[in-house]
Structure formats: C-alpha cells, structure tokens
C-alpha cells in the first residue's frame, strides 16, 4: 500500500466462487480501491463486516441461507453503510435490485448469466466507478420517504396499464406545463418519493433516469403502484398528458416533440451522450428547443454530470428548474455541476420539490387565467 494513502476497503459477497474471483480481481486492479475480504453467504460475511469494517459491500441478490434482501434489510437497520447489489439481468432479478434500492442499496452492477469471466471484464471500468462512487455516497435509508402521500385510487394491472393510454372520463388539455426529471445514482428513490407527493391531476411528467433495458419495466411499474400518477414506460409517438408519467426505456433516448398542439415522446437509438443512453442532456436540450418556457426541469441525484448542460439550456429558454441539494442527494455530482454551470431558479432538499413543483404550475395556471 502506498504511504499515507488509505484504500477504500472492499467486502465482496456472493456464493459463486467464480463471481467472487472476478470481482476481487477487477477491484484490486483499481487505484485506491482493496478487497479485504469475501463471503459466501451472509453469516459469514456478519462476521467479516465486524472483523474488517469494510468501507463498501458488493451484495448478491439471491443468496442460500438468507437471501440479499433479508441481509440488507438487517444491515441497514444497525450499520447502514455503502452497498452495492450484484443482480442477474432478469425481470426477478430487476424487481429484486429495485426494492433493494428501497432498502438503501446505492447501485447496482449487472450480473451475465453466460459467459461471466468475460462479459465481467467488459465491464470493469463500470464496477469500479460504481464502487468508487458508493464510497463516498449519502447513505439514508428511507430517511426522506414523504410523511403524506396522495391516496393512490385502484388501478388497472401493470400490464395493462403500461404501454396505452388510459385518458379516461377526462378532456385534457395537451399544451400544459410538462416536468422534466433528470436523474442516476439513488434516483430510483428520489423519484419515487418525488412521485408519491404529486397529486393524480399534476402536469405531464418526463423522466430520464440511467437504468438498463431489463429493469426500466419493472421500474414503471413499481412507480405505477405507487403514485396517484399513472406511470408508464415511454413509448414512441404518444401523446404527454395531464396526470401521467413516461420513463425513459433502458437503452433508448426520450425526447419531447411538438405535434400540432400536443406534446409527444419520441423514442431514438443514437448514440450514448455522456455515456449513457437514456441520456438527461438528450431529454433538457429537446426541452428546451420544443417546450421552452411551458416546461420546468428538475435534476436530481446522480453521479457525473450528464443533464447539467441541457438544464442550462431549459433555463435559457425561459423554463423553471430546479436541483436537488447536496444533503439530500445519494450522489451530488449531478445536481452539483448543473448548479456549477448556473441556470438554476431553486437548490431544495428532496422532501421539498414535490410541493415546489405544485406551487409553480398552480402559480402558471392562475396566471394564465388572469391573461385571459
């Protein structure tokens, strides 16, 4: 080890041997980064934990004995610290990773089914940034959670729901305000307490949130359940209306387009921006261009900077944003750098956004009657 330069100390769990090799290899390649220990399974890595007070964990989802959710919910509740989940690119395995999210998880790092000593080693440059990132990560589980929710009606099944329209019984006005949600790291959970405070008749809400395919789904879905908003995965050419919320399907850019009097999703496979696809700046910039002043845009906790320019740029145009502050933000490297960059109207603490948002479209509504 280098004089005087601590590494972040790293706990691997899982009960693949093979997993385990390759994870301790690729970490142990990084800078500042050691692996200090392994565990096949949650008992013993309990003991570890204690022995070797490790600064980050790598988590399998799905363990014998006592499965990773079980374990996290314990870690969590008497020594909450960094954790990342190691998750199978399934749709269990997405439902799994996002309720570990819930549980105060700070990322996830995707497991191949076939062919994993290679396919780990694609990827390595993204487990050690992720792991790097979750060292110096806010860790608050289910600490902002609103303390009051809007009573979410019975709805359809999540089949039926995502992926159609369901305007129903109601004549929506399709050139209102749209929100605009930019988010990565701890997102999941900033936006689904940021959803679970907007009432059923809100705005129009676009989200671009980096997120693979496999889990973008199950994503929706959850936040569907949650919401008094009904939330879809975005699909090509459909209309943005009051009341109804469209993700950003992994592996696919979210843009907003003017149709006549609507507003529409419009769904692109070009190339990644800032290395991601769905990309923030990619959603701002068609903002900006399509909906100016009519938008308000909010950027939330996320590693990196992706969003920062193209928030300016909303804000240039003559729409409200909004950043997440740094006490309340998983990572602040997002919201940090949009604020850097300048274009901000408001820096609020999580909990505070939802009634934010609330204000300013009540406030667009009121003045737009008064022109009249």
């Given at each position: 080890m280098e004089m005087g330069v601590s590494k972040t100390k790293v706990l691997i769990i899982d009960d693949?041997?093979?997993?385990?090799?390759?994870?301790?290899?690729?970490?142990?390649?990084?800078?500042?980064?050691?692996?200090?220990?392994t565990a096949a399974d949650?008992?013993?890595?309990?003991?570890?934990?204690?022995?070797?007070?490790?600064?980050?964990?790598?988590?399998?989802?799905?363990?014998?004995?006592?499965?990773?959710l079980a374990f996290l919910s314990n870690l969590m509740r008497l020594r909450p610290m960094?954790?990342?989940?190691?998750?199978?690119?399934?749709?269990?395995?997405?439902?799994i990773t996002l309720q570990a999210l819930e549980l105060g998880a700070v990322d996830f790092i995707s497991k191949p089914q076939i062919d994993i000593a290679q396919t780990f080693e694609s990827y390595s440059e993204?487990?050690?940034?992720?792991?790097?990132?979750?060292?110096?990560?806010?860790?608050?589980?289910?600490?902002?959670?609103?303390?009051?929710?809007?009573?979410?009606?019975?709805?359809?099944?999540?089949?039926?729901?995502i992926g159609h329209d369901q305007a129903r019984h109601r004549h929506f006005k399709t050139t209102e305000k749209i929100i605009a949600i930019g988010?990565?790291?701890?997102?999941?959970?900033?936006?689904?307490?940021?959803?679970?405070?907007?009432?059923?008749n809100a705005p129009g809400i676009v989200i671009s949130q980096h997120i693979p395919a496999t889990f973008s789904y199950s994503f929706a879905v959850r936040m569907n359940q949650l919401s008094?908003?009904?939330?879809?995965?975005?699909?090509?050419?459909?209309?943005?209306?009051?009341?109804?919320?469209?993700?950003?399907?992994?592996?696919?850019?979210?843009?907003?387009?003017?149709s006549g009097s609507?507003?529409?999703?419009?769904?692109?496979?070009?190339?990644?921006?800032?290395?991601?696809?769905?990309?923030?700046?990619?959603?701002?910039?068609?903002?900006?261009?399509n909906v100016g002043p009519n938008a308000i845009g909010v950027i939330l906790t996320g590693m990196g900077d992706d969003g920062a320019r193209g928030l300016k740029e909303m804000h240039e145009a003559g729409a409200v944003t909004v950043a997440q502050d740094e006490r309340t933000s998983v990572v602040w490297g997002m919201p940090g750098e949009a604020i850097k960059r300048g274009g901000i109207d408001y820096v609020l603490p999580l909990p505070e956004i939802a009634d934010k948002l609330?204000?300013?479209?009540?406030?667009?509504?009121?003045?737009s009657h008064n022109k009249r």
């Open positions: 693949s041997a093979l997993i385990r090799q390759m994870l301790t290899k690729i970490i142990n390649s990084a800078h500042g980064l050691e692996v200090v220990g949650p008992y013993i890595a309990r003991n570890k934990i204690k022995r070797l007070n490790p600064d980050v964990l790598t988590l399998d989802v799905e363990m014998p004995r006592m499965d990773g960094p954790v990342v989940m190691v998750s199978a690119l399934t749709q269990k395995g997405a439902d993204e487990i050690i940034s992720k792991i790097r990132t979750a060292a110096g990560a806010n860790v608050h589980p289910g600490k902002f959670l609103p303390e009051t929710t809007f009573k979410v009606a019975p709805k359809y099944s999540a089949d039926v729901i988010a990565s790291t701890g997102g999941t959970e900033a936006i689904k307490v940021l959803l679970m405070q907007m009432p059923p008094a908003m009904t939330v879809y995965e975005a699909e090509d050419d459909k209309a943005i209306l009051p009341g109804h919320v469209y993700i950003a399907p992994g592996d696919y850019h979210l843009l907003v387009e003017r609507r507003y529409i999703c419009r769904l692109n496979k070009g190339n990644p921006v800032n290395r991601h696809r769905p990309s923030v700046d990619v959603l701002f910039r068609s903002i900006a261009q609330i204000f300013l479209c009540q406030k667009s509504t009121a003045h």
